[in-house]
């Protein structure tokens, strides 16, 4: 059973800095690309920023040069570093793995609340 759990959410004025970790119960680089998504209440899930087994970076225009996701294959864990954090940010934020192949399988994490005030 894959298993993936999210931390280090949290209450944060705007301005400031969270860290969220993603640990998984296999090898990182067993997925094809790892990411996370936030979604607020009534709207839809969006992809903040993902990286690729190869190390490739992807992040949505928004969080360019205020985000950061890395890894640690050793760890299993991914991470985003979140640094400039406005109250657009507030969201669940959930760790997600793909495995590409003839088919694909997903899986998500429980999902870790931000939450950034004025």
């Known amino acids: 059973q894959v298993q993936l759990v999210e931390s280090g959410g949290g209450l944060v004025q705007a301005g400031g800095s969270l860290r969220l970790s993603c640990t998984t119960s296999?090898?990182?680089?067993?997925?094809?690309?790892m990411a996370w998504y936030r979604q607020a209440p009534g709207k839809q899930r969006d992809l903040v920023a993902s990286?690729?087994?190869?190390?490739?970076?992807n992040y949505v225009e928004s969080v360019k040069g205020r985000f950061t996701i890395s890894r640690d294959n050793a760890e299993r864990t991914v991470y985003l570093q979140m640094n400039s954090l406005k109250p657009e940010d507030t969201a669940v934020y959930y760790c997600?793995?793909?495995?590409?192949?003839?088919?694909?399988?997903?899986?998500w994490g429980q999902g870790t609340q931000v939450t950034v005030s004025s």
């Open positions: 990286i690729a087994s190869g190390g490739g970076v």
């Open positions: 296999r090898n990182i680089i067993s997925f094809n690309r």
């Open positions: 997600h793995g793909i495995t590409f192949g003839f088919s694909i399988q997903e899986y």
